[in-house]
């Protein structure tokens, strides 16, 4: 094509004939053309080693650093991982086609919903080629075509696992547009995919901040995304102080990097002085810096004292704010104000209070005794995800094949006319 928007519009084009024809698939045509892919992708383990390793280079040329290049890396075990994953995808139930709240009205006719794909999806996202084999199998197991745009960082990978992509989409006798990676590498073509009402229904974008700002602020396409996970643990009064340590310091310490690690701690002022220095203790073997309030610094010697910005930050690093409470009606009013309704979780004995927490605190995910890094498709049983969406409009929190689908009404009749 002669320039960047013809280009997205052929794609665009073929994305939505696509989408149609997947309407008639069934359950097993969708399954049968996930196995091959994973197959294929098994036997091209050479292929997709060398073509990352191009990119692997030429990041180090650019002077990419240590973390983006780990995203990077195609190993051995993400690629296991990754093909796995298209199997776990078509071991899943289909949601599509399924019909719930069935009922027979006074006039004779039937009334129910029924599961139906959204159309097109366009998936924007970053680094990680393994990206592109999550999306494209949980876009078409739940009825969608996709139109993926990886980083230009990851570009020889990701052509390698669009080849394929599309030989597995070819050998269950599928048309190779119903997943389609782009290939240009010019940021010109997430401006236009954003954009391209009619012929993409919604727009995923996986990524760092910069990245979900200009997605949400430039799109005339729906947008399903968050931005930050400042994710807070409150450990009340009535908490069980060993559920509480536990807690805390797995849902800070086991992985620093993910939007749903715990980035402030509030505590209840009648626990601050027993329970702080105990977590102060076994976050030291974990290099992980402490800010916190006045209060809490009078506790800990060791805390340094926390800025206004530090109760809105997500850092995403071994730095945690710690903010001493009055009661919960403070925790709750400090988690509405700075946190990113993202994941939240209260420690407590008390079921009052616990069922007033998940009801008061306005998060996509809102949890009682339990890690927040449990914010996750897999862990929640949707089997996978393809983000974790902070909206309060159709998907809410990890966005799994449902959050894919949407539902329209159906009414059965047996020649019924309105009176």
Same mark, same amino acid.
């Given at each position: ?27 097993? !045509?969708?399954? =049968? %053309?996930?196995? #091959?892919? /994973?197959?294929? +992708? *098994?036997?091209?383990?050479? $292929? ?8 692997? !280079?030429?990041? =180090? %040329?650019?002077? #990419?650093? /240590?973390?983006? +290049? *780990?995203?990077?890396?195609? $190993? ?15 071991? #899943? ?327």
């Amino acid at each position: 094509m002669d320039t960047v928007e013809d280009y997205m519009r052929q794609l665009g084009e073929e994305a939505r004939r696509a989408s149609r024809l997947l309407t008639k698939l069934d359950t097993a !045509d969708k399954n =049968r %053309a996930l196995m #091959l892919t /994973a197959d294929i +992708l *098994d036997a091209a383990r050479e $292929t997709l080693v060398s073509a990352n390793q191009r990119d692997l !280079d030429a990041g =180090r %040329a650019k002077g #990419l650093d /240590a973390a983006l +290049l *780990d995203r990077l890396a195609l $190993t051995p075990a993400r690629i296991d991982s990754m093909i796995e994953g298209v199997r776990q995808v078509a071991a #899943l139930p289909d949601p599509v086609g399924e019909v719930t709240d069935l009922h027979r009205l006074n006039s004779g006719i039937e009334v129910g919903k029924m599961r139906v794909p959204l159309g097109v999806i366009g998936i924007i996202y970053e680094s990680r080629p393994n990206v592109t084999v999550e999306a494209a199998s949980l876009c078409l197991k739940s009825g969608n075509a996709s139109i993926l745009r990886g980083g230009s960082e990851a570009i020889e990978s990701n052509r390698a696992i669009a080849a394929c992509l599309k030989q597995g989409l070819v050998q269950a006798g599928l048309p190779e547009s119903l997943v389609q990676v782009v290939e240009t590498t010019d940021r010109a073509a997430v401006g236009e995919l954003i954009t391209m009402t009619e012929y993409v229904d919604v727009i995923v974008p996986r990524g760092g901040k910069s990245l979900i700002e200009r997605v949400s602020r430039e799109a005339r396409v729906p947008v399903i995304k968050h931005l930050d996970g400042i994710c807070h643990v409150y450990i009340d009064a009535m908490a069980d102080d060993d559920k509480a340590i536990a807690i805390a310091l797995n849902a800070k310490t086991h992985r620093y990097g993910t939007c749903n690690t715990m980035e402030t701690l509030l505590v209840h002022e009648t626990k601050a002085a027993t329970i702080l220095p105990q977590l102060a203790e076994a976050y030291a073997e974990h290099q992980v810096e402490l800010r916190g309030c006045p209060r809490t610094l009078s506790i800990l010697s060791q805390a340094k004292p926390a800025t206004s910005e530090d109760w809105d930050t997500e850092y995403l690093a071994p730095i945690l704010a710690i903010r001493v409470v009055a009661d919960m009606n403070e925790a709750i009013e400090h988690i509405n104000q700075h946190g990113s309704h993202h994941t939240d979780s209260i420690v407590t004995e008390n079921y009052t209070l616990a069922r007033r927490f998940l009801r008061e605190v306005d998060s996509s995910s809102v949890m009682v005794n339990a890690s927040t890094r449990f914010a996750d498709g897999f862990e929640y049983g949707l089997g996978a995800e393809i983000g974790i969406s902070t909206d309060k409009l159709h998907a809410r929190g990890p966005v799994g094949l449902e959050g894919l689908t949407s539902q329209k009404y159906i009414v059965l009749g047996d020649g019924q006319v309105r009176q």
